[in-house]
Every structure is written in C-alpha cells, then in structure tokens.
C-alpha cells in the first residue's frame, strides 16, 4: 500500500516553490539562505527546553504503543523506563495521576536521544524535499540507511516493523510541519528566533507582502 500524506499540502508548497523562485534562487538548500542571529540560551531555558524534548519523546512513545506495540512488554522496556528522574519533571507535571499510576510514557535516554536525532533528520532534508511526491518514502529510507533502529523494539519484530516506527514518526511530525508552515502563511504564527527554515521564511515573506491593510472606517472613507 503506498505512503500516503497531505497530498494537497505538498502540492500547495510545491507551487509555492515556484512562484518565489525570484525572490530566493536557491531555495533548495537550505544552509545557502543566511541564519538570523540569535541569542545564547540560557541555563533555565536550556533546561526547558530539555523537558520540551523529554515531553515529546514521552508523547511519541504512548503513540507508537498505541499504534503499533500494543503493550508489548519488551518492546515499551526499549523505549520507556518506571523510574522517574529530573529529567522526567515536566511529564511528572503533566501526568495527573502521577501519584497511584504512570499514565503518561517516560522514555528513557537511549529512545530520548534516538528520537532527536531522527527529529533533526527530518528538519534537515524537509524544506528542500518537501515539493517531491512521495516525500515520506525518501526521508524514511535515508533514516532507515542513517539509524540503527534495532533498540526500539524487542527480537520478536524484525526490521519491517522498524519501518513502521519510523513511518509513524515522520508522517507525525511532517503534518506538524505542514501545520506550522500554514499558520505562517495565515498569519497565526511568526517566525522564531532564529528560524532557517527556508520554507517558513518564504511563508513569512509571502504572509507579509500579502496579507490585507486594515483601514479605518469613517464616515469620510466609507464608500
């Protein structure tokens, strides 16, 4: 069955693509475009930032157990632990029955680290990949030839149910993407700090030079 996705998304930005070409010739390549300046981070936004990644991790994990581990014992002991750490503090926060059960994942380090990476990955080959049809097929395999996959699942699943797990992962986070490239393009969303997504930086320039003026309405500009 073939990878399915926004397929009317990935057109739009497939257009979008072509209609900047003047405003940025080297679209594709986004290391070519000039990176904002931005500010040293500091301690308590490190750290923040840290539990930010943990959450996700642990939010990724409770999908992928819901999809496609199914409770597998041995399986969740590759990607979630029971003994909660500092690092854990922001899941801790969010999980309300904390106190008699671990509703929320916790992930361990290893799955943690995995994850990020695989998350860097994808925001790496996205913004010059995201105008070719089947482009969740090409990010997966170039992840599948990067990645030892092995340790995210137990010996029983072999390395098609890898490519699940991976599946999951960029079809998540490509419509979380999609998501914020749209939010740009409406206006909903700036850019951040330091942001060299050159698709999002195109959507802010597209949002900025055609977004509608308001007026203010009199009785002497009605008309």
């Given at each position: 069955?073939?990878?399915?996705?926004?397929?009317?998304?990935?057109?739009?930005?497939?257009?979008?693509?072509?209609?900047?070409?003047?405003?940025?010739?080297?679209?594709?390549?986004?290391?070519?475009?000039?990176?904002?300046?931005?500010?040293?981070?500091?301690?308590?936004?490190?750290?923040l930032?840290?539990?930010?990644?943990?959450y996700?991790?642990?939010?990724?994990?409770?999908?992928?157990?819901?999809?496609?581990?199914?409770?597998?014992?041995?399986c969740?002991?590759?990607?979630?632990t029971?003994?909660?750490?500092?690092?854990?503090?922001?899941?801790?926060?969010?999980?309300?029955?904390?106190c008699?059960?671990?509703?929320?994942?916790?992930?361990?380090?290893?799955?943690?680290?995995?994850?990020?990476?695989?998350?860097?990955?994808?925001?790496?080959?996205?913004?010059?990949?995201?105008h070719?049809?089947?482009?969740?097929?090409?990010?997966?395999?170039?992840i599948l030839?990067?990645?030892?996959?092995?340790?995210?699942?137990?010996?029983?699943?072999?390395?098609?149910?890898?490519?699940k797990?991976?599946?999951?992962?960029?079809?998540?986070?490509?419509?979380?993407?999609?998501?914020?490239?749209?939010?740009?393009?409406?206006?909903?969303?700036?850019?951040?700090?330091?942001?060299?997504?050159?698709?999002k930086?195109l959507?802010?320039?597209?949002?900025?030079?055609?977004?509608?003026?308001?007026?203010i309405?009199?009785?002497?500009?009605?008309?």
């Amino acid at each position: 069955m073939p990878f399915l996705w926004k397929v009317c998304s990935l057109i739009t930005y497939k257009n979008f693509f072509s209609c900047n070409q003047q405003q940025s010739s080297a679209v594709e390549v986004s290391v070519s475009l000039p990176l904002q300046s931005s500010r040293e981070l500091n301690d308590t936004t490190t750290k923040l930032m840290h539990a930010t990644h943990v959450y996700i991790a642990g939010f990724v994990a409770k999908k992928l157990n819901k999809e496609l581990y199914k409770n597998c014992e041995e399986c969740l002991k590759k990607i979630c632990t029971k003994q909660v750490s500092k690092d854990h503090d922001l899941i801790v926060a969010r999980d309300y029955q904390a106190c008699t059960r671990l509703s929320l994942k916790y992930p361990t380090k290893p799955f943690h680290q995995m994850l990020h990476n695989i998350i860097v990955y994808i925001g790496e080959h996205l913004p010059s990949k995201c105008h070719f049809f089947g482009i969740g097929e090409i990010i997966i395999e170039g992840i599948l030839r990067k990645y030892d996959l092995t340790a995210l699942h137990c010996k029983n699943h072999d390395e098609t149910f890898e490519k699940k797990i991976v599946k999951s992962i960029v079809k998540l986070f490509i419509d979380h993407w999609c998501a914020e490239v749209n939010r740009i393009l409406h206006g909903k969303r700036s850019l951040q700090l330091g942001e060299n997504d050159p698709i999002k930086q195109l959507a802010s320039i597209w949002y900025i030079k055609h977004k509608k003026k308001k007026t203010i309405t009199g009785k002497f500009n009605q008309v």
